[in-house]
């Protein structure tokens, strides 16, 4: 009977000592997580009117997006408004307005849970001086209110890709009289929580 009290217990005892156990002895694997990193790029559509009368003129844009990226880890959501002065007009479509620049990036690792929400709200800038100079303010649809002229189409989706910082998944909003596309890349980066 002593005998059985024993094994009782020492079953007991692996029942609960057992998961820490076994962990110690399989070497304890760490969770893969992920963090994100969004870029921008600004670029115009080989039709736009830059570059029919301003090639290499100069100017400055800047937008607004709405990020909300929220995870049990991390939360964020917020409002960026980058400003990009010292714009050169290119000489052809093939060259971006602005190249590729880091608009945000996660700090803490967490779990997967699906990409952060991005939203280019409006676009607004200038290209040229004095009487040459042409004004682009592009902002998106609202219930209530008229279809603004130069209105900001956000969210085109573009196909996935890869370069030199990783996979990414790109998405797109356009000015429809001005031609102007801010491009955002949402880069997943594998971490370990």
């Not at 800038?125 to 209110?145: A, P, T, W, Y």
Request: net charge positive; with cysteine; charged share 25%.
């Amino acid at each position: 009977m002593c005998f059985g009290r024993q094994a009782a217990r020492c079953l007991l005892a692996l029942v609960i000592a057992g998961p820490s156990l076994m962990g110690k002895a399989a070497g304890e694997t760490q969770q893969l997580g992920v963090r994100h990193r969004i870029d921008v790029v600004v670029s115009a559509e080989p039709d736009a009117p830059i570059f029919r009368h301003l090639r290499e003129a100069k100017g400055e844009l800047s937008f607004t997006v709405r990020l909300s990226a929220n995870a049990k880890e991390s939360r964020f959501f917020g409002m960026l408004h980058p400003n990009f002065s010292d714009i050169v007009v290119p000489d052809g479509a093939g060259k971006p307005l602005v190249r590729q620049t880091k608009l945000w990036e996660e700090e803490v690792c967490h779990q997967r849970r699906g990409l952060p929400k991005v939203t280019v709200t409006q676009l607004a800038g200038h290209f040229g001086e004095g009487d040459g100079r042409v004004e682009i303010s592009g902002i998106n649809r609202h219930i209530g209110l008229l279809v603004p002229p130069d209105e900001l189409t956000p969210g085109i989706k573009l196909d996935s890709g890869s370069d030199n910082l990783g996979l990414f998944y790109g998405f797109r909003a356009q000015t429809r009289i001005s031609r102007l596309n801010v491009d955002l890349k949402i880069y997943p980066i594998d971490c370990f929580l």
